[in-house]
């Protein structure tokens, strides 16, 4: 896709394997772990139910909106927190907040920079899936939720394929970035907005229609 969109070479996908092969380039890519899958859960979290069901893609930007955090450790032994917001339908990131606290006002801020994205505009319809972890089942975020008008979405217990999608970014970011070699919090941030430029703006995805996520984002708008 970046030959083809950036540099006008197009060439069949099989091909550039073999030469990939021939000249022993690898590059990471995600591969299942079955020793990480987890097994279903039945049981429905009784605070908010799980709305989306795993439809994560219905063709409509800012409808559907995943959010969960993750740990990213540097700096020998230093820990980080990213907190992200993705559009189910577009793949975009639309908010990211990184802190070295767990603390809730990570989230607060998260769903600060949302609103900053989205200019307060939401979808009509919009709905906020995430796990039931203990900042999003908390009663302060759930009120900030509800005020901007959002429905709130939670995945089963202990069921992390209920938020593939916001799993996937994460994974991936971490199997693509260096971010262990940061020295320091502010290097960590840098590279963290890097990342998510590059990922929604320049960043061709075969189930976007070898689009980037901005890109299909228009598309979608278009249509």
Request: a positive charge; hydrophobic letters at 30%.
């Amino acid at each position: 896709m970046i030959l083809e969109n950036d540099y006008l070479v197009v060439m069949n996908h099989k091909k550039i394997r073999r030469l990939m092969r021939k000249y022993q380039l690898i590059t990471k890519v995600r591969r299942s772990n079955p020793y990480k899958k987890m097994a279903k859960a039945t049981q429905e979290h009784l605070t908010c139910p799980n709305l989306l069901n795993r439809e994560f893609n219905q063709v409509e930007p800012g409808k559907v909106s995943l959010t969960d955090i993750t740990y990213l450790h540097y700096a020998n032994g230093r820990k980080a927190y990213l907190s992200c917001v993705k559009d189910g339908s577009t793949n975009e990131i639309l908010a990211n907040y990184l802190s070295t606290s767990l603390e809730m006002n990570i989230v607060f801020k998260t769903l600060e920079r949302l609103k900053e994205t989205t200019q307060n505009d939401f979808h009509p319809e919009a709905l906020l899936h995430s796990d039931q972890g203990f900042h999003y089942t908390h009663p302060l975020f759930q009120a900030k939720v509800k005020k901007l008008g959002i429905a709130q979405s939670m995945s089963r217990k202990g069921n992390c394929w209920d938020n593939a999608p916001m799993e996937s970014f994460f994974g991936h970011f971490k199997d693509e970035v260096d971010y262990k070699d940061c020295t320091s919090f502010r290097e960590l941030k840098q590279l963290v907005n890097s990342y998510i430029d590059e990922y929604n703006n320049y960043r061709y995805q075969w189930g976007l229609n070898k689009m980037t996520p901005s890109q299909y984002r228009g598309h979608l708008l278009a249509a």
